[in-house]
Nanobody
Framework: QVQLVESGGGLVQAGGSLRLSCAPSGRTYSSYAMGWFRRAPGKEREFVAAISWSGSYTDYADSVKGRFTISRDSAKNTVYLQMNSLKPEDTAVYYC????????????????????WGQGTQVTVSS
């Protein structure tokens, strides 16, 4: 199975920005859907954003809509999560995940639809 590697996490003040990256290690995906999830301390893993194979469909959790943007650079084989206007409640470990099929409105937020997970990257937002 191809390993997914996240990067770009760190410590930022409230109102700041970070860009997370997710790239497969050791193999090139010609096209792929991808999702981002996060787990805050003491909470369950939750959906953040997802993008379909074609890139034409994206979905966002209500808590991040208008602040976060998911995108893909096929030439670099990388999926990004641009996070703006960060809040302390965005503090979590962020994971990218590849699903076993394309993403659409019935599957984007279904954690069971994803079968390949990265190791996670810590995002900490200070107040």
């Amino acid at each position: 199975q191809v390993q997914l590697v996240e990067s770009g996490g760190g410590l930022v003040q409230a109102g700041g920005s970070l860009r997370l990256s997710c790239a497969p290690s050791g193999r090139t995906y010609s096209s792929y859907a991808m999702g981002w999830f996060r787990r805050a301390p003491g909470k369950e893993r939750e959906f953040v954003a997802a993008i379909s194979w074609s890139g034409s469909y994206t979905d966002y959790a209500d808590s991040v809509k208008g602040r976060f943007t998911i995108s893909r650079d096929s030439a670099k084989n990388t999926v990004y999560l641009q996070m703006n206007s960060l809040k302390p409640e965005d503090t979590a470990v962020y994971y990218c995940a590849a699903p076993h099929g394309d993403i659409h409105e019935d599957t984007a937020r279904d954690i069971g639809w994803y079968d390949n997970w990265g190791q996670g990257t810590q995002v900490t937002v200070s107040s």
